[in-house]
């Protein structure tokens, strides 16, 4: 099951290859075939996942240590099916959008989403590096290639930042390989060897200093932010819904599982600083965002505002945030995936983004008009989506961290209504601009995708325990590696599925049969 | 006792260029001029064969020139490895084809030499073997002014090294009376080396440093690479500077007295390197900068060496392991960039603007190119990668972390220009594109091409495979 999430993508974008020799729509088919079905082992990966952590490991490179080593928990689970989630979507998307060089534009998909699926499973630190640096190239041609505007600006600036961080991040992880070799003489990259590691408080600013470079590029935190700005608008549609929905959660991901394990005291010496950055990211995405004027840019600020809302959960670092943290992350993946959707159909429609050209589409098209105002609305934290929960998570262990962040957050939720608001208005009120020529509503491809994106907003919200009550942890955090492994020591055996007796879930049927079948 | 078995690789090689040379002179037509080529491959093929017969079987060496010890043939393998694709890739000149491939052979030659130097005199002669040989080839197309050109600039200018490096190899032998490493390695051990020997090692470092285009001394290395016809300019950037680092890896006593030259022209190499790469805007000469940006890597990997060398190479990676793998990792990429580029375009002076719309209009070569350019930077999924990661995690396991960070920090620069290799390749439009000739390839050497541009993405997954296939079984 481990290896399917990554097979599938991989011999996807070889047959996608083959079929595009055929035709374009050949292509397109097979991309999506394979999308699919990595849908499908993911979901089962995490059913099973739910009761048992998953592992695979491999020594892979014996000279220098490194193992071919997969973990899949709770929560590395749900990421890698938040990606083959998106990933069905950015091909569908992308089926009446792309016309030129449809092959190739599946082949670097797909890499991406092979790359995304390994940094999310990997559990050794040089795969979780290969992962990393595998969306490189993908992104900068998915971008570069068929990205509008100053597209390969904006490729460029992407790979530039994406790699300056990361070179940080490799030297914390040779930085720990070289300590474990110090300590142990064994040459190891495995995360459960360079875990016992005893680094000092100086070291452990340094190597959590690097971690968090390498990791707030991607997420972005604000200085490192920049890359967004230009990078999310100007990526075609599936390439800003990966971005947005998935990459960004790569660096928050990195962030706790790797640089909150490998450097709990330098996390919690750099929590306070961090919360502010987090808060002010927040601050700072929602008010350019108010004062954008092009759909796709204020999606982007909005994005980031979000992302860092997310970022505010995990460095709080309580329980509530953490779950918080979790189900934002599979929310705002969707929501965010669902508004560049409808920018991207906007766009596709008009060839034109800006809020001076469009208007009273409400009008025109009622369909896309009522999907706007729902996800606009959620991201913004609509009751009964699964935004709402998370913010309220994410709000209340704020409170409970200190009133004052907590009294900023919630200031912050408000902030988000301005900009939602602005952003339907500017686009379905209003007058219709003469210029609005020929405007067909949503075609039922797009009223599908919609469709599903906003059931599974409403699923989320109306059961978000399903997400949140495995992360199921019992003391305050220093680490997420310590509170996943006292989860998986009383309520799992690891490799072997088990029942827990302490386990508060409700099983339900389907689980039960897909425990089954797993069990075979 | 000295057994004269010991140099039958270089007797081979030099035998077989001088033969190429007569039979080149009665075979000028098309089907023997392929067959000129396949002699040079028979030649390398055999001369293989002979290092790894003789490593270590007939004692060590020859009066100590040579050392034919599992090692040194590991070495020497790799090298010839590189020539061999060279041979393969190389466009057949219009004329002259049998000097072209005698010359390629005589490279292979001062390759094997340096790479298996057991004696100052012998380091001498292996470079200015490979030397010659390069000068020529730069200027190999004497008919244009640029080529003669920079054939002249290199040869005025790796002159000058020469010139350090035999003053230097005097006064070192002013002050031990001998020219053998060996013994020049123990009468250092314990001992601080008097003010002359100094001064006279000093000097041969400039030397070296010329050879190997190290900041401060590559002035010479962009305009020679640009003059040079595709073939030779991958030449000197992977088989010559290989060669190169190769004959000082028995000078690693030089560390405990030279460390902080050594290690300056590591750093400014990492640095400058990549710094003056992000200005340039033709490609030959971006290649030029990243491969002074290599000889800083390969140097720090020299760096990390604290022992005695190896008799052979370990099965686990040390920092001698690292700078093997690291000449092939790196050469194979620097040789198949420049034949990839040759193969687009074979005008002398190629600027990112030329390459517009060649990922769609020549898609395998462009193809080729950018996974070479991927190896170049060092990026996952191709061998450069590991080569670099090898380097960098020797360096931090001897401690030297300022110094791999240096690295990190340039590799990171670095990946600027090489962005823009591939930004120009594959996401301007070909309309755009000045000038839209488009030059042919054999079938062969696209052939050649995938081969290689395939083998370094399959050994980034098996990277040991390729370790193990370079530390050989003999």
């Given at each position: 099951m481990l290896m399917l999430t990554l097979i599938i993508p991989l011999a996807g974008a070889l047959f996608v290859l083959l079929a595009g020799r055929v035709n374009a729509t050949g292509a397109r088919v097979v991309a999506l075939i394979s999308t699919v079905l990595s849908l499908q082992v993911a979901y089962l990966l995490a059913a099973q996942a739910r009761f048992a952590v998953i592992e695979v490991d491999n020594l892979w490179i014996p000279s220098f240590g490194v193992h071919f080593a997969l973990q899949a928990d709770w929560i590395a689970a749900l990421m890698v099916l938040l990606t083959s989630f998106l990933s069905v979507f950015a091909v569908a998307v992308s089926w009446r959008e792309i016309t030129e060089r449809v092959t190739s534009f599946h082949v670097w998909?797909?890499?991406?989403?092979?790359?995304?699926?390994?940094?999310?499973?990997?559990?050794?630190?040089?795969?979780?590096?290969?992962?990393?640096?595998?969306?490189?190239?993908?992104?900068?041609?998915?971008?570069?290639?068929?990205?509008?505007?100053?597209?390969?600006?904006?490729?460029?600036?992407?790979?530039?930042?994406?790699?300056?961080?990361?070179?940080?991040?490799?030297?914390?992880m040779l930085y720990l390989y070289y300590r474990h070799i110090v300590d142990t003489g064994v040459a190891s990259f495995h995360m459960d060897d360079l875990l016992q590691v005893q680094l000092s408080q100086g070291e452990q600013w340094w190597v959590f200093l690097g971690f968090l470079i390498g990791f707030g590029v991607k997420a972005p935190l604000l200085p490192l932010h920049t890359w967004l700005i230009d990078a999310y608008p100007n990526a075609p549609t599936a390439?800003?819904?990966?971005?947005?929905?998935v990459l960004s959660k790569t660096g928050i991901y990195g962030l706790f599982r790797i640089g909150e394990s490998f450097a709990p005291v330098g996390f919690s010496?750099?929590?306070?600083?961090?919360?502010?950055?987090?808060?002010?990211?927040?601050?700072?995405?929602?008010?350019?965002?108010?004062?954008?004027?092009?759909?796709?840019?204020?999606?982007?600020?909005?994005?980031?505002?979000?992302?860092?809302?997310?970022?505010?959960?995990?460095?709080?670092?309580?329980?509530?945030?953490?779950?918080?943290?979790?189900?934002?992350?599979?929310?705002?993946?969707?929501?965010?995936?669902?508004?560049?959707?409808?920018?991207?159909?906007?766009?596709?429609?008009?060839?034109?983004?800006e809020f001076d050209s469009l208007g009273g589409l409400w009008r025109i098209a009622p369909a896309m008009g009522a999907f706007?105002?729902?996800?606009?609305?959620?991201?913004?934290?609509?009751?009964?989506?699964?935004?709402?929960?998370?913010?309220?998570?994410?709000?209340?262990?704020?409170?409970?961290?200190?009133?004052?962040?907590?009294?900023?957050?919630?200031?912050?939720?408000?902030?988000?209504?301005?900009?939602?608001?602005?952003?339907?208005?500017?686009?379905?009120?209003?007058?219709?601009?003469?210029?609005?020529?020929?405007?067909?509503?949503?075609?039922?491809?797009?009223?599908?995708?919609?469709?599903?994106?906003?059931?599974?907003?409403?699923?989320?919200?109306?059961?978000?325990?399903?997400?949140?009550?495995?992360?199921?942890?019992?003391?305050?955090?220093?680490?997420?590696?310590?509170?996943?492994?006292n989860l998986s020591e009383t309520n799992y055996s690891s490799n072997h599925i088990m029942l827990s007796h302490h386990s508060t879930l409700p099983i339900t049927v389907a689980d039960a049969a897909l425990l089954q079948e797993a069990e075979q | 006792m000295i057994s004269w078995l010991n140099v039958l690789p270089e007797a081979i090689l030099s035998v077989s260029a001088v033969v190429l040379l007569i039979v080149s002179t009665l075979a000028q037509s098309g089907p023997m001029r392929d067959l000129l080529r396949w002699i040079?491959?028979?030649?390398?093929?055999?001369?293989?064969?002979?290092?790894?017969?003789?490593?270590?079987?007939?004692?060590?060496?020859v009066d100590g020139w040579t050392l034919a010890t599992p090692f040194t043939t590991s070495v020497s393998l790799v090298l010839l490895s590189l020539?061999?694709?060279?041979?393969?890739?190389?466009?057949?000149?219009?004329?002259?084809?049998?000097?072209?491939?005698?010359?390629?052979?005589?490279?292979?030659?001062?390759?094997?030499?340096?790479?298996?130097?057991?004696?100052?005199?012998?380091?001498?002669?292996?470079?200015?073997?490979?030397?010659?040989?390069?000068?020529?080839?730069?200027?190999?197309?004497?008919?244009?002014?640029?080529?003669?050109?920079?054939?002249?600039?290199?040869?005025?200018?790796?002159?000058?090294?020469?010139?350090?490096?035999?003053?230097?190899?005097?006064?070192?032998?002013?002050?031990?009376?001998?020219?053998?490493?060996?013994?020049?390695?123990?009468?250092?051990?314990?001992?601080?080396?008097?003010?002359?020997?100094?001064?006279?090692?000093?000097?041969?470092?400039?030397?070296?440093?010329?050879?190997?285009?190290?900041?401060?001394?590559?002035?010479?290395?962009?305009?020679?690479?640009?003059a040079a016809?595709?073939?030779?300019?991958?030449?000197?950037?992977?088989?010559?500077k290989g060669a190169a680092i190769a004959a000082l890896l028995p000078f690693s006593f030089l560390l405990n007295s030279h460390f902080l030259i050594i290690a300056a022209l590591c750093a400014g190499s990492m640095i400058v390197g990549n710094l003056l790469g992000l200005r340039e805007t033709r490609v030959k000469r971006i290649l030029a900068y990243s491969s002074i940006a290599h000889v800083g890597y390969l140097l720090l990997g020299f760096?990390?060496?604290?022992?005695?060398?190896?008799?052979?190479?370990?099965?686990?990676?040390?920092?001698?392991?690292?700078?093997?793998?690291?000449?092939?990792?790196?050469?194979?990429?620097?040789?198949?960039?420049?034949?990839?580029?040759?193969?687009?375009?074979?005008?002398?002076?190629?600027?990112?603007?030329?390459?517009?719309?060649?990922?769609?209009?020549?898609?395998?070569?462009?193809?080729?190119?950018?996974?070479?350019?991927?190896?170049l930077a060092g990026l996952p999924l191709s061998i450069g990668f590991w080569g670099k990661l090898y380097l960098f995690s020797t360096a931090f396991k001897a401690g030297f972390l300022k110094l791999a960070i240096i690295g990190l920090i340039g590799s990171a620069i670095g990946l600027f220009y090489y962005v823009r290799i591939i930004v120009h390749l594959y996401m301007v439009s070909p309309e755009m594109n000045p000038r839209s000739e488009t030059e042919q390839t054999s079938s062969f050497q696209n052939a050649v091409l995938i081969a290689s541009a395939a083998a370094v993405v399959i050994f980034s997954i098996f990277p040991d495979m390729l370790y193990f296939l370079i530390r050989g079984i003999y």
């Open positions: 998909l797909l890499i991406l989403q092979l790359g995304v699926t390994i940094v999310f499973l990997a559990r050794d630190l040089m795969l979780f590096y290969l992962g990393w640096e595998l969306m490189l190239i993908p992104m900068l041609f998915l971008i570069g290639s068929w990205g509008t505007g100053r597209k390969e600006y904006s490729a460029f600036k992407f790979v530039l930042f994406t790699f300056t961080g990361s070179i940080f991040m490799l030297s914390s390439g800003s819904l990966m971005l947005s929905g010496d750099f929590r306070p600083l961090l919360i502010w950055l987090a808060l002010a990211g927040i601050f700072y995405g929602a008010w350019i965002a108010f004062s954008q004027r092009d759909i796709k840019r204020l999606i982007a600020y909005a994005s980031l505002s979000h992302v860092n809302f997310i970022l505010l959960g995990i460095f709080i670092a309580s329980d509530e945030g953490f779950k918080g943290a979790i189900l934002q992350m599979l929310c705002h993946g969707i929501s965010t995936a669902a508004l560049f959707l409808i920018a991207g159909a906007i766009q596709h429609r008009i060839s034109d983004r706007f105002l729902f996800f606009a609305f959620a991201s913004l934290g609509l009751p009964g989506t699964g935004n709402f929960v998370g913010e309220l998570y994410i709000t209340a262990a704020a409170l409970e961290y200190h009133w004052v962040i907590g009294g900023l957050t919630a200031v912050a939720v408000l902030f988000a209504a301005f900009y939602s608001l602005r952003l339907f208005t500017a686009a379905m009120h209003g007058p219709e601009p003469a210029a609005l020529p020929n405007f067909p509503d949503t075609n039922s491809r797009e009223n599908l995708l919609l469709s599903v994106l906003a059931i599974m907003l409403i699923i989320l919200g109306l059961f978000p325990s399903v997400i949140t009550a495995p992360i199921n942890t019992g003391t305050l955090p220093t680490g997420i590696e310590t509170r996943m492994r | 040079s491959i028979f030649a390398i093929a055999a001369a293989s064969a002979a290092l790894i017969y003789t490593s270590g079987k007939f004692g060590l060496s020539v061999a694709w060279a041979v393969l890739t190389s466009p057949i000149p219009d004329t002259s084809a049998g000097e072209w491939f005698a010359l390629l052979l005589f490279a292979a030659l001062g390759s094997v030499v340096l790479a298996r130097v057991g004696n100052l005199a012998a380091l001498f002669l292996g470079i200015e073997v490979l030397s010659l040989t390069l000068y020529i080839m730069v200027g190999f197309k004497y008919t244009s002014r640029l080529s003669l050109r920079g054939g002249v600039m290199y040869l005025v200018l790796a002159g000058v090294g020469s010139a350090f490096l035999a003053y230097g190899m005097a006064l070192v032998y002013a002050v031990y009376g001998t020219l053998s490493i060996a013994e020049l390695r123990a009468s250092t051990e314990g001992v601080t080396m008097p003010l002359i020997a100094l001064f006279g090692y000093g000097m041969f470092l400039v030397g070296v440093g010329f050879k190997l285009a190290a900041v401060p001394f590559h002035m010479w290395a962009p305009d020679v690479y640009e016809p595709s073939s030779a300019a991958g030449l000197i950037a992977s088989a010559s760096l990390t060496i604290k022992t005695e060398l190896p008799a052979s190479l370990p099965a686990t990676m040390t920092a001698e392991g690292a700078i093997v793998f690291y000449i092939f990792v790196y050469g194979i990429s620097a040789l198949g960039a420049f034949t990839a580029l040759g193969a687009m375009r074979s005008q002398t002076v190629v600027s990112l603007n030329d390459l517009h719309g060649l990922g769609r209009t020549r898609p395998i070569p462009a193809a080729c190119l950018l996974l070479f350019v991927i190896s």
